[in-house]
């Protein structure tokens, strides 16, 4: 079992000339394989100062990428210096209607225009009829 590092102290490693990842509670000196890195070493280094288990994950490395990963292993992190990731949940806002009109109005648009749009299609009808007659 190796050192037990702070998340701070893993922090401090965050630049091209030095290089530590946090990957399932497990802390990797990556310094040396940032040239080697299939997805450039910008994505290794925006990944540090963080636990870096998820962008690891979600990229879908191979077995031997995983097993690459015992090379570089310096230590372990301790979990208690690491905050706890929080669901966001949206304050709740009250219903906002954007136009300021009533809903009462609204209804009866949804009536009437129809009902003018009908009575035009009629009138014209009528109209055009008795022209040709």
Known sequence: MGKVYTLSEVSEHNTNKDCWLIINGKVYDVTKFLEDHPGGDDVLISSTGKDATDDFEDVGHSTTARA??????????????????????????????????????????QFLVPLVILGLAVGVRIYTKSETA
């Open 68 to 109: 690459m990963m015992d090379e570089y292993y310096v230590g372990d992190i301790d979990t208690s210096t690491i905050p706890k990731k929080v669901k966001y949940t949206p304050p709740k806002q009250p219903y906002y209607n954007q136009d300021k009109t009533t809903d009462f109005v609204i209804h009866i648009l």
